[in-house]
């Protein structure tokens, strides 16, 4: 059975968001565990005295994995080599033009007496 390649190149890149995706949150419930181990502006003492604690902690806990889950899966995807960069080996595009500092000679007058 012979196998279309766009088709086995897309299902990596779904499996590279989702496995990227799964990681960032992980790192972003570990990051609310550690905003309410560490009480940073008292919130752990807020959440537990507050009467709405569950809504408060999946809110906490599900916008940090959201967030981080995010800026991995996205990290990853702008990370992914071109096809430039396949065919050369190194990045595509022309080299960025060195910037000097331009020196210009100006007379210093005297102060004002």
Known sequence: MVQDRRKNSSNRLVRLMIANWAFGGVVGLACAAAVLVSNVGGIRVLMLKSDLMLAG?????????????????????????????????????????????????????????
Do not use: H, N, Q
Request: proline share 5%; aromatic share 8%; with cysteine.
């Open 57 to 113: 902690l999946a809110l906490l806990f599900g916008g940090f994995a959201l967030f981080f889950g995010g800026v991995v899966c996205a990290t990853a995807i702008m990370l992914l080599p071109t096809v430039e960069e396949k065919e050369t080996g190194r990045g595509g595009g022309r080299a960025a033009p060195v910037l000097l500092p331009a020196y210009a000679l100006a007379r210093v007058r005297a102060g004002r007496r």
